[in-house]
């Protein structure tokens, strides 16, 4: 901002983080399938409020959740994986290109080896990359935490709520208690997904 850089419409915001976070094949397949039942939401709460994805969106950054449900109704979740690289190789092969909401192309660069997260706007404004930082970044926490959780862990109702057919604004309440403990940081999300999805469908 001091230097006067800016963004216009065709800028995305990409957020890098580590992916060496995720250790093993259960923690890989939660993220994922997390990631599978929220994308729609990710998508409308990566952005600031009264705004939509950019034009180029559909190009360089679309999602992925069609593919990874055909993907498991061919069994690639319940595969036979020797090893943790293996389900990774076998995860980027799926993807076929880094132009994606969530490109995880980086996998097989060990240099890199990150998630990148493409679907937000492009921004330069601190308060909105830190909210979008955080959301991702917890997303891969808690990914993290349910992979691993005991059979007393009260969030496990959660993931038995999300196989049962639910609004997307049932979705959202879901994914916002999972990701954060206090109502103000709920609050802040659905307030981002309110003014968001209003604006599509004025449109």
């Known amino acids: 901002e001091e230097n006067s850089f800016y963004t216009d419409q065709s800028c ?3 957020i890098h983080l580590g992916a060496d976070y995720l250790e093993t094949i259960d923690e ?3 993220f994922l399938h997390l990631y599978c039942n929220f994308e729609d939401i990710i998508y409308l709460i990566c952005n600031r409020e009264h705004t939509k994805g950019r034009k180029t969106l559909n190009r360089y950054a679309s999602k992925m959740k069609k593919e990874y449900m055909q993907a498991s109704k061919e069994g690639f979740f319940e595969g036979d994986y020797e090893s943790l690289e293996d389900f990774r190789e076998k995860l980027v092969e799926l993807n076929d290109s880094r132009y994606k909401g969530l490109n995880v192309y980086n996998l097989k660069k060990y240099e890199l080896n990150t998630f990148e997260f493409r679907m937000a706007n492009g921004e330069i404004d601190f308060n909105e990359l830190y909210h979008n930082i955080r959301l991702y970044a917890r997303l891969l926490q808690v990914s993290k935490e349910l992979a691993n959780m005991n059979d007393n862990d009260p969030r496990k109702e959660y993931l038995i709520a999300l196989s049962n057919p639910l609004k997307e604004t049932e979705k959202l309440e879901i ?3 999972l990701l954060f403990k ?5 609050e802040f999300y659905k307030e981002r997904y309110k003014k968001n999805i209003s604006v599509i469908e004025s449109i």
């Open 12 to 14: 995305g915001g990409h």
């Open 28 to 30: 890989y397949k939660m």
């Open 175 to 177: 994914l916002l208690a």
């Open 182 to 186: 206090t109502q103000e940081d709920r």
